[in-house]
């Protein structure tokens, strides 16, 4: 009689386990894309009028590490961009791509890691790091880490989630789940400009990216469909297979805009916009 219950208290403490598991599944959505290209068409690009001035919400930060950082955010109402020139850091780093989620509730860091074990062999790497006036848990594999080193570029998926105590400094809660949009209304700036959300991403990656790139997609709620990653609300982010070192990662971003704009082709030497009606389409080779 006593080896039963011992059985039964087994089995029922394994399934509130899972249940209390379930509960604390993270939830995260995209976030942003950031992308390194080549450093004259950077400063072709961040001195154009049309995307300083209408595109996005922009802003032009320099790290002050060393190797140095310098990056250019264009903020849409969803989700953003984050340009990197390749020099300091990502000096050999031309074409890489990062593709980060971020969990709609704040402080879930461990849950993000714990997720990710489950659906792959891969190692990986968890992180804290702290801004000015925030602290960030991030998750990548850790073949991922340290890649300025590196002399070829990658596709680099990542997990994110700020911390509680950042949550409650911004006025979002210590637990409340909180949208991209809403996190992104945080944004001082009241000027309304033209970029809504990423629609679209087209990458050329390996067939070991790719298998990160799903296995991070999993955990952040994709479901793939033969070549494309898809989630409602969600950008489709398309793939094809090129396992060429040192081409661009990322061929096509594509924008949606909140008003029609007309028609305009825009080149920064291997980077060029165009706009057509209400979109804004993002080239690179």
């Known amino acids: 009689?006593?080896?039963?219950?011992?059985?039964?208290?087994?089995?029922?403490?394994?399934?509130?386990?899972?249940?209390?598991?379930?509960?604390?599944?993270?939830?995260?959505?995209?976030?942003?894309?950031?992308?390194?290209?080549?450093?004259t068409d950077f400063e072709k690009l961040v001195s154009e009028i049309f995307i300083r001035d209408s595109l996005g919400r922009s802003t032009y930060d320099t790290m002050q590490a060393s190797p140095l950082v310098v990056s250019f955010y264009i903020n849409g109402e969803e989700n953003f961009i984050h340009f990197n020139p390749n020099k300091g850091y990502f000096a050999?780093?031309?074409?890489?791509?990062?593709?980060?989620?971020?969990?709609?509730?704040?402080?879930?860091?461990?849950?993000?890691?714990?997720?990710?074990?489950?659906?792959?062999?891969?190692?990986l790497l968890s992180y804290d790091y702290e801004g000015p006036n925030f602290k960030l848990s991030e998750v990548i594999f850790k073949s991922h880490g340290r890649l300025h080193k590196s002399k070829t570029n990658h596709l680099i998926p990542m997990l994110s989630s700020y911390s509680v105590e950042t949550y409650k400094k911004w006025g979002l809660g210590d637990s409340a789940e909180v949208s991209m949009k809403k996190f992104l209304s945080q944004d001082s700036v009241q000027t309304r400009k033209l970029f809504t959300k990423i629609e679209m991403i087209r990458l050329s990656i390996s067939k070991d990216e790719l298998a990160k790139l799903s296995a991070m997609m999993k955990v952040a709620g994709f479901e793939m469909k033969r070549n494309t990653f898809i989630k409602t609300g969600q950008p489709k982010i398309v793939f094809s297979i090129n396992d060429k070192l040192n081409e661009p990662k990322i061929k096509e971003l594509v924008l949606l805009l909140n008003e029609y704009n007309g028609s305009k082709n825009l080149s920064f030497g291997s980077t060029s916009l165009i706009i057509r009606e209400n979109r804004a389409i993002f080239l690179f080779k």
């Open 1 to 39: 009689m006593l080896k039963k219950l011992s059985i039964l208290f087994i089995i029922l403490t394994s399934q509130l386990l899972t249940i209390n598991g379930l509960c604390q599944s993270p939830k995260s959505d995209f976030s942003h894309i950031e992308i390194i290209i080549d450093s």
């Open 92 to 123: 050999t780093q031309r074409g890489s791509v990062y593709i980060i989620f971020q969990s709609r509730h704040p402080g879930q860091g461990k849950l993000l890691e714990q997720s990710l074990k489950s659906v792959t062999k891969d190692s």
